[in-house]
């Protein structure tokens, strides 16, 4: 299938047409395992960065956090987020590597399919360190280093055809390194792969023939990292 290539800008301003809209597998099985992964956020300061539609903002209010921002530098997918109830006068347009709040200001951060569109992973891990406060846990999730390694994608189809989203696939070394850098420890790396409460997202997005063959390769990395007291 013949794909168009675009910026993260272009795209993602195309795709916040159709994002919170299209069955999407991927994103299901990230939801179903990062939700249980989390600690709980009951008077917890949280940062949604990279937040697009809002879905992890809305998801960390509604269990609780005692504030909660979404930063993100789409203002196409801020605009679908505002119109949530919950993410409203939470959402800030910035840039990742710029997070526009003061050092220590976060106790959880999560950071979702954003950072393979980022060639400068060091810049954001700075400042991610210095917005977090000390022992912040910080949730990453991407497509899994073995998914890009079989050629997998983030992209999307619409009216006008199918796109692709420049990324940087890098390894989990790659990935971690950056953060042990600035002192963070990796409490866990999880490897997500689809399983059958995938199957029927699937067969909405009419791909059913494609779920056990997708079923072969861990398809989700989700990366736990804590800040360190020190």
């Avoid at 269990?63 to 196409?76: I, L």
């Avoid at 890098?170 to 963070?184: D, H, K, Q, T, Y």
């Avoid at 779920?211 to 007291?229: G, N």
Wanted: with cysteine; hydrophobic share 40%; proline share 4%.
């Amino acid at each position: 299938m013949d794909r168009t290539c675009t910026s993260v800008k272009e795209g993602y301003e195309r795709w916040s047409r159709t994002y919170d809209h299209d069955p999407n597998p991927i994103l299901a099985l990230e939801e179903r395992h990062l939700k249980n992964t989390l600690p709980p956020v009951e008077g917890k300061r949280v940062l949604d960065l990279a937040c697009g539609t809002g879905r992890w903002l809305t998801h960390l209010v509604a269990a609780g956090a005692t504030s909660g921002v979404g930063v993100d530098s789409s203002r196409a997918m801020l605009g679908v987020a505002n119109g949530k109830p919950a993410a409203q006068s939470r959402l800030v347009q910035a840039d990742c590597g710029a997070i526009p709040f003061a050092n220590g200001s976060f106790d959880l951060v999560v950071c979702s399919f954003a950072l393979a569109h980022v060639l400068d992973l060091n810049r954001v891990a700075r400042e991610v360190g210095r917005v977090a406060a000390a022992r912040a846990d910080v949730f990453v999730s991407d497509l899994h280093p073995q998914a890009y390694g079989h050629g997998w994608q983030t992209g999307f189809r619409d009216s006008l055809g199918a796109v692709q989203i420049a990324t940087w696939s890098r390894s989990e070394n790659e990935f971690l390194a950056p953060w042990v850098s600035i002192g963070f420890d990796c409490v866990q790396f999880v490897a997500c792969r689809f399983s059958e409460p995938e199957r029927r997202v699937f067969a909405h997005a009419g791909k059913a023939g494609k779920f056990e063959e997708f079923c072969q390769l861990p398809a989700v990395l989700i990366c736990h990292i804590q800040r360190s007291s020190s």
